[in-house]
Nanobody, 125 residues
Framework: QVQLQESGPGLVKPSQTLSLTCTVS??????????WNWIRQPPGKGLEWMGA???????YYKPSLKSRTSTSRDTYKNQFTLQLSFVTPEDTAIYYC?????????????????WGQGTQVSVST
């Protein structure tokens, strides 16, 4: 059974870069047809897909976040990462990593994927 675990700072200052890591166990990020996603949920709002990297290393970003978002992977550590630059308080959210069997960019619901537990990130001075 796949398990995903997010890690990163809980507090980031405005204009800084947020860096998160997702550590995967029970599956390889290079095998099969999986997509490895970053999703966030701001307070009181729905799930927002941010980007993904697939088993071959191809990368996909939400267009409105593309200029500030970067994702990569470390195949030896079986991890993938998210960097979000120039953060503002509007980037405060619970950040999740998740596995899907195909690329899904909109209309996310919890049943769509295998999820990490999520990590709270607050942007504040």
């Amino acid at each position: 059974q796949v398990q995903l675990q997010e890690s990163g700072p809980g507090l980031v200052k405005p204009s800084q870069t947020l860096s998160l890591t997702c550590t995967v166990s029970g599956d390889s990020i290079t095998s099969g047809y999986a997509h490895w996603n970053w999703i966030r949920q701001p307070p009181g709002k729905g799930l927002e897909w941010m980007g993904a990297i697939d088993n071959s290393g191809s990368i996909y970003y939400k267009p409105s976040l593309k200029s500030r978002t970067s994702t990569s992977r470390d195949t030896y550590k079986n991890q993938f990462t998210l960097q979000l630059s120039f953060v503002t308080p509007e980037d405060t959210a619970i950040y999740y990593c998740a596995r899907t069997s195909q690329l899904k960019t909109t209309g996310w619901i919890r049943q769509d994927a295998d999820w990490g537990q999520g990590t709270q990130v607050s942007v504040s001075t």
